[in-house]
């Protein structure tokens, strides 16, 4: 499934993988896609074996030679592990932590000149012009290297593990439309893979200032209108990791 979440003039925020590939084992993930003119910004590409339904959707929206950025939040498998694909059939720079610069050579990625290491204060970063990604630190949640990405023209807040769901565990459809009862999707894995309450709560205040329209989790239903709110407040509140140890 992809879905075009934002489309006006000449700027698109598409979800192209939405949580339902048989080819995730059970931990199944969102990718995005963010254009701007003739740029393409890959979010999360996924493990490996993503690759070939990814490609089919991508090519509906873009080229190859467009993609001119990859981001990625973590340093997990369902979000790097085909990084080495992408990054040979493409040109593009990937972005992720500083931490786990070291590491990624372990997944057999061959350009590693390629790969750009994110400051623990996070960067704004240029694409085109004066269009920019605000590439936001969320450390501990659950990675100690974990990054949002805010677009501020979609005003959509890609925010990782932090929001994930568990599915199939609801009625909702892509949206969250009934925040009490999606609750018991994304309780357990919060309170297991956060790291404590101090750390949601200095991201929450970090990122509350913002202007945001959608919350775009890696896992999940996506959240919009007064689902943004309730899960913010939600998670300001969360006892979790270390809180619960």
């Known amino acids: 499934m992809d879905k075009i979440l934002f489309d006006e003039k000449n700027h698109k925020f598409?979800?192209?993988?939405?949580?339902?590939?048989?080819?995730?084992?059970?931990?199944?993930?969102?990718?995005?896609?963010?254009?701007h003119k003739n740029k393409s910004i890959l979010i999360d590409p996924g493990g490996f074996g993503l690759f070939p339904i990814?490609?089919?959707?991508?090519?509906?929206?873009?080229?190859?030679?467009?993609?001119?950025?990859?981001?990625?939040?973590?340093?997990?498998?369902d979000v790097c592990g085909g990084l080495n694909i992408w990054l040979e059939m493409t040109e593009a720079e990937a972005y992720i932590s500083n931490l786990w610069l070291r590491f990624l050579p372990h997944y057999d990625i061959k350009r590693i000149d390629r790969i750009i290491g994110i400051p623990d204060e996070g960067m704004d970063l240029?694409?085109?012009g004066k269009f920019y990604l605000k590439l936001i630190?969320?450390?501990?949640?659950?990675?100690?290297?974990?990054?949002?990405?805010?677009?501020?023209?979609?005003?959509?807040?890609?925010?990782?593990?932090?929001g994930a769901g568990m599915l199939p565990c609801s009625e909702n459809n892509l949206f969250v439309e009934d925040f009490e009862n999606y609750k018991k999707c994304i309780d357990g894995f919060h309170k297991r893979y956060m790291a404590s309450n101090q750390a949601l709560r200095k991201w929450v205040k970090n990122v509350e200032s913002l202007d945001i329209n959608i919350i775009a989790p890696q896992h999940g239903y996506l959240y919009k209108g007064e689902s943004v709110k309730k899960l913010l407040e939600y998670l300001?509140?969360?006892?979790?990791?270390i809180d619960l140890l």
């Open 137 to 162: 630190p969320a450390h501990f949640l659950h990675s100690p290297g974990q990054v949002n990405v805010y677009d501020p023209v979609s005003k959509i807040l890609f925010t990782g593990d932090i």
């Open 14 to 35: 598409i979800l192209i993988g939405f949580a339902e590939s048989k080819d995730e084992q059970g931990i199944p993930s969102n990718q995005y896609l963010i254009q």
């Open 236 to 241: 300001y509140d969360l006892k979790c990791g």
């Open 126 to 128: 240029t694409i085109e």
């Open 54 to 77: 990814l490609l089919s959707r991508l090519l509906k929206y873009t080229k190859l030679q467009d993609i001119h950025t990859i981001v990625l939040s973590h340093q997990d498998p």
